[in-house]
């Protein structure tokens, strides 16, 4: 099993721009998240899917959107990149009660 | 909203040490509690996870407590090794909800 991968490993954007982060889990876990790790921070909840077709925000959604259309993947799109988007991005999945699975990160830098 | 805190932000100790990691949370109504470990550039690796129910949990050198009515949990690591220096982090379960810390930063001298 690969786990929870994430795809890229780093990343520049222009303020405006936008792009993809990708996350898959071949773990045919159910719920899948994003949270975002600021430096000397916790990591706090971006987007979560309890399944295929399903999604709901968490803490801070503003400026991001997802879809999950299989339950492998779960992209999350930043639209209109700002600086304040700089950040750690993880994913993460479960199959219910357990703990979380993490991937490795994206790093991103909005400049 | 519930609230994690860990103290000290940032701890050093020379190799062999018994430690203790702090953890509180404002809010006992929680399904659990967990303690993962992350390297530097790394994701995070779960370490030990408290049901509500339950009192402690043990994996090798580590041992994990919860008190709810407190709002508390501790991590011990015992007989530390320099192979331990990485940044702990708690969070606390609500449904799959996790709420994190902002960590506590261990380094273990030779």
């Known amino acids: 099993n690969a786990g929870v991968t994430q795809t890229p490993k780093f990343r520049i954007l222009k303020i405006g721009q936008s792009m993809t982060l990708q996350c898959a889990q071949d773990?045919?876990?159910?719920?899948m998240y994003w949270y975002r790790q600021d430096p000397g921070m916790g990591l706090k909840l971006i987007y979560y899917?309890?399944?295929?077709?399903?999604?709901d925000k968490g803490e801070v959604p503003n400026g991001y959107n997802v879809s999950r259309s299989t339950t492998e993947d779960f992209p999350l799109r930043l639209e209109l990149a700002a600086p304040s988007q700089t950040s750690v991005y993880f994913c993460?999945?479960?199959?219910?009660?357990?703990?979380?699975?993490f991937g490795p990160g994206t790093r991103l830098l909005v400049l | 909203k519930q609230e994690v805190t860990q103290i000290p932000a940032a701890l050093s100790v020379p190799e062999g040490e018994n430690l203790v990691l702090n953890c509180s949370f404002t809010?006992?109504?929680?399904?659990?509690l967990q303690w993962f470990r992350q390297d530097p550039g790394k994701g995070l690796t779960s370490l030990l996870l408290?049901?509500?129910?339950?009192r402690e949990q043990t994996s090798g050198r580590l041992n994990a407590s919860l008190d709810k009515s407190s709002g508390r949990s501790t991590l011990y690591i015992a007989a530390s090794q320099p192979g331990d220096s990485a940044t702990y982090l708690c969070?606390?379960?609500?449904?799959?909800?996790?709420?994190f810390g902002t960590g506590t930063q261990l380094k273990v001298e030779l």
């Open positions: 408290i049901q509500s129910s339950q």
């Open positions: 969070a606390t379960g609500g449904g799959n909800k996790l709420t």
């Open positions: 773990m045919n876990h159910n719920y």
């Open positions: 809010d006992s109504a929680i399904y659990n």
């Open positions: 899917s309890v399944g295929a077709g399903i999604t």
């Open positions: 993460a999945s479960n199959g219910g009660a357990e703990t979380q699975y």
